[in-house]
């Protein structure tokens, strides 16, 4: 169980309705009935560079908040307790199923929704941060779509150092083909989802490898890396640093080597070769992408293939790199990596401004989705 301090003001001590009442001073203001959860700041004297996300999904978050007498900030010391409540936040929906995957050298993750199926599926890519992100798949499952989440970097279970990509094009065929072959998914409705430099994979996946997606969500990514090799694989992200931004205090943006005038031409997938509908999304406030460099160049690609009716891009002016599904804290900075020396990331966004896009956007996403794979 976590406790979870949250900041914020309400007029006198009388009963208080998040979807009417207004918070007039703290870490948000005005009416935002969900503004509990995504203004949350990690506590006084934490170490640097946290960033709340899900691990198990398979448990709720457990979410403790208190009102207290004349509280503002955490730093003014104890107040007394004038009400609590107990909060369970969670991923999975009844009857959904979590399925390690360990075949045919994919490591992942598959989510099923309650019932015989077939469902319409899901590719879900992260970025290169390694690891493997769950709770997206599990959203997706508990409204009704396989989701299969692929780890492709940075897991135990994958060949090679955990700073490279050592599968490559081979590896996301197989993961796609997987959902095709599953039996209780739609084999002709699968799309791909990729956030950061899975936008780069999602694109690829979609023109280079020989599968056939029915739609792609691309969010806050580019359309080539500098480090893909011919096979799809990359070396280490630490290879190419002439293009890195540091600030003040030594944290790094990556915005410029996803510029696409910086990326050369046979890193650069194939766009015009897009056959199915593509959602662009776009936070203007991107410090670790060129977002919209890189939506303009995959919406003019199609445009000049005359493929326009192809493309939506949704847009938000405030929003940061890390748009994840709605209700997380906006994580400007955070750690990177620790070892050999820590290293943080700047992502962008303000934290009402990028809540708005992460709720704004997922809406859009599943309409998305429910147009192009189960319609």
């Known amino acids: ?13 009388q009963r208080a309705v998040v979807t009417s009442d207004h918070s007039v001073g703290g870490s948000y203001l005005g009416c935002e009935p969900m ?28 979410v403790n908040i ?29 009857g959904v199923r979590r399925i390690e995957i360990r075949q045919n050298k994919i490591v992942g993750t598959l989510f099923l929704p309650p019932g015989p199926g077939p469902f319409p599926a899901m590719l879900d890519l992260w970025g290169m941060g390694g690891g493997q992100s769950e709770y997206r798949s599990a959203l997706f499952a508990s409204r009704g779509f396989a989701s299969l989440s692929v780890a492709y970097m940075g897991h135990k ?8 990509m050592s599968v490559g094009d081979l590896y996301f065929k197989s993961a796609f083909q997987l959902l095709q072959d599953h039996c209780q998914v739609d084999a002709e409705r699968i799309g791909v989802i990729g956030l950061s430099f899975g936008v780069c994979l999602t694109l690829r996946i979609a023109t280079r490898i020989g599968v056939k997606p029915s739609c792609l969500i691309c969010i806050n990514g580019p359309v080539g890396s500098p480090l893909l090799d011919e096979d799809g694989k990359t070396k280490t992200i630490e290879s190419d640093q002439k293009h890195w931004e540091l600030d ?16 050369p031409p046979e890193n650069k997938q194939k766009v015009k070769n897009i056959t199915c509908p593509l959602m662009y999304i776009v936070g203007e406030d991107d410090l670790c992408a060129a977002s919209t460099e890189n939506a ?16 939506t891009r949704l847009s938000y002016p405030g929003a940061g790199h ?17 070892k ?31 147009t192009h794979l189960r319609r």
């Open 35 to 62: 503004g509990l959860f995504w203004a949350l700041e990690p506590a006084l004297r934490s170490r640097e560079g946290l960033r709340l996300r899900k691990r198990n999904v398979e448990t709720p978050y457990i």
């Open 322 to 338: 890390l748009i994840e599904p709605p209700y997380a804290p906006c994580a400007r900075v955070s750690l990177w990596r620790a």
């Open 157 to 164: 279970d994958l060949p090679g150092p955990p700073d490279i």
């Open 248 to 263: 003040d205090r030594g944290r790094v943006s990556f915005r410029h080597v996803s510029l696409p005038d910086n990326l």
């Open 66 to 94: 208190s009102l207290l007498e004349g509280h503002t900030s955490p730093s003014e010391g104890q107040s007394t307790e004038l009400a609590a409540v107990t909060v369970e936040r969670w991923y999975m929906a009844p």
């Open 296 to 311: 303009d160049v995959t919406e003019e690609a199609l445009r000049s293939a005359g493929k326009s009716q192809l493309f």
């Open 1 to 13: 169980m976590s406790c979870i301090s949250v900041r914020g003001k309400l007029p006198g001590l």
């Open 340 to 370: 050999p020396e820590k290293l943080f990331t700047l992502w962008g966004g303000h934290p009402a401004p990028h809540a708005a896009a992460q709720e704004d956007s997922w809406k859009r996403i599943l309409e998305f989705m429910e």
